[in-house]
């Protein structure tokens, strides 16, 4: 099974702060993955596919990048909305995995 | 829109049976694989189960397989996750999604609100 490790597991940052979250893959997934956020009591929802796409709606502010085994998740500008916890997750086979998840704080 | 709304969660007791369903509005289900994910509480996501399109391939993670089924009626627009020998451990909120592929990448791009599923005695 394709093990991914998040990194941070938390972080705490101001309204305005860059913050990357980075994924790393037990083995290469090529672009095989998607990110996705949650915020308390409520459903995951799809950020970012194929490691860089940005799903329809998503704000710009959000990007992705990475190939191989180490991915990276960059909000450029946090707002105060994306206060959530955000999941990487492999689609590169089964079964299909999700990193441990990343908490992401205001400070 | 597309709307995915699970039902049949509840308390079982360990050993029990339980049947979730997931009814789908807004698209043509027969086109989308389907999954389900589980979230333990206080805990991160966890797939659990995948099915194809005309339901010919199915795909589980090990810690329920032989013990949960996942199914689908394409002309009832519902998606099915059978479990038996239910156990502590798969107390969670269960999320069906759809999935999509994207050229060649595979993502889950919209989910249901969940269905509690509580083992215990």
């Known amino acids: 099974d394709i093990q991914l490790t998040q990194s941070p597991s938390f972080l705490s940052a101001f309204v305005g702060d860059r913050v990357t979250i980075t994924c790393r893959a037990s083995?290469?997934?090529?672009?095989?993955l998607a990110w996705y956020q949650q915020k308390p009591g409520k459903a995951p929802k799809l950020l970012i596919y194929?490691?860089?796409t940005l799903q329809s709606g998503v704000p710009s502010r959000f990007s992705g990048s990475g190939s191989g085994t180490e991915f990276t998740l960059t909000i450029s500008s946090l707002q105060p909305e994306d206060f959530a916890s955000y999941y990487c997750?492999?689609?590169?086979?089964?079964?299909?995995?999700f990193g441990g998840g990343t908490k992401v704080e205001i400070k | 829109e597309v709307q995915l709304v699970e039902s049949g969660g509840g308390l079982v007791q360990p050993g029990g049976s339980l049947r979730l369903s997931c009814a789908a509005s807004?698209?043509?289900?027969?086109?989308?694989?389907m999954t389900w994910v589980r979230q333990a509480p206080g805990k991160g996501l966890e797939w659990v189960a995948n099915?194809?399109?005309?339901?010919?391939?199915?795909y589980y993670v090990d810690s329920v397989k032989g013990r949960f089924t996942i199914s689908r009626d394409n002309a009832e627009n519902s998606l099915y996750l059978q479990m038996h020998s239910l156990r502590a451990e798969d107390t969670a909120v269960y999320y069906c999604?759809?999935?999509?592929?994207?050229?060649?990448?595979?993502?889950?791009?919209?989910w249901g609100q969940g269905s509690l599923v509580t083992v215990s005695s």
């Open positions: 099915i194809k399109q005309d339901g010919s391939e199915t």
């Open positions: 997750q492999q689609v590169n086979s089964f079964p299909l995995t």
């Open positions: 083995q290469g997934i090529s672009n095989y």
């Open positions: 999604a759809r999935g999509r592929w994207s050229g060649a990448s595979y993502c889950f791009d919209s």
């Open positions: 807004g698209f043509i289900c027969s086109r989308f694989q």
């Open positions: 194929a490691a860089s």
